[in-house]
């Protein structure tokens, strides 16, 4: 069985659009078929999620160590990579096992703030990293006019995010903003799930 865990995503600049990799952590090497692991994670059937507390779906070891995307080491990985054109059509696809060594961890809101707000201590921190986030985000734009344009639906439901007291009771529930980074990551999903990548 192959279990999503942790997503790397990168784009590049071609001379006739882009090339877009798709990278999700592969536990596979260690969850063998039919094995107690295998077993027990067929019947939690995912991690489950509460306000500040994750029950995972594989041993601890495995999600948050030696299948965690944690920046500068190597880890198991499958990949989609796709051939895109300057209209957002995929021209090729393929999928293939690999070892990925992510270079930064970044949030949602780092990502926005330097793609969409231009700041310059964050871009600064992240220098190296800059032209293959502006690939990203010129990629991103090209995707979602593409997915316009054909009439796909877009479910931009509201979300919200539990806020406790120090007694643990809930304070307060408040809104969840979703911006760009958020949104890029959601359309690249997408595209590699139209090339038909089981693995998401």
């Known amino acids: 069985m192959r279990v999503i865990l942790m997503m790397l995503f990168t784009a590049e600049k071609t001379p006739s659009g882009w090339k877009l990799y798709v990278a999700i952590a592969d536990v596979s090497h260690y969850v063998q078929v039919n094995t ?25 070891i495995l999600s948050n160590g030696l299948c965690s995307l944690n920046p500068k080491v190597d880890r198991l990985c499958m990949v989609a990579e796709m051939l895109i054109d300057v209209q ?55 995707l979602r006019h593409s997915r316009e344009q054909r009439g796909a639906m877009d479910f931009d439901t509201q ?10 009771k809930i304070d307060k529930i408040v809104p969840v903003v979703r911006n760009d980074a958020h949104k890029l990551i959601e359309e690249f999903m997408i595209t590699g799930q139209q090339c038909g990548g089981y693995v998401f």
């Open 159 to 168: 979300e919200t995010r539990i806020i406790f007291a120090s007694n643990r």
């Open 88 to 142: 957002g059509t995929v021209k090729r696809s393929r999928f293939y096992d690999a070892v990925m060594n992510s270079k930064a961890r970044l949030t949602y809101t780092e990502v926005a703030k330097i793609l969409v707000e231009n700041d310059a201590d964050v871009s600064a921190r992240y220098a190296e990293l800059l032209p293959h986030l502006r690939d990203m985000y010129a990629l991103f734009q090209v």
């Open 36 to 60: 107690a692991l295998d077993k027990e994670a067929k019947n939690r059937s995912t991690s489950v999620y509460f306000p500040e507390q994750v029950i995972p779906m594989l041993p601890e």
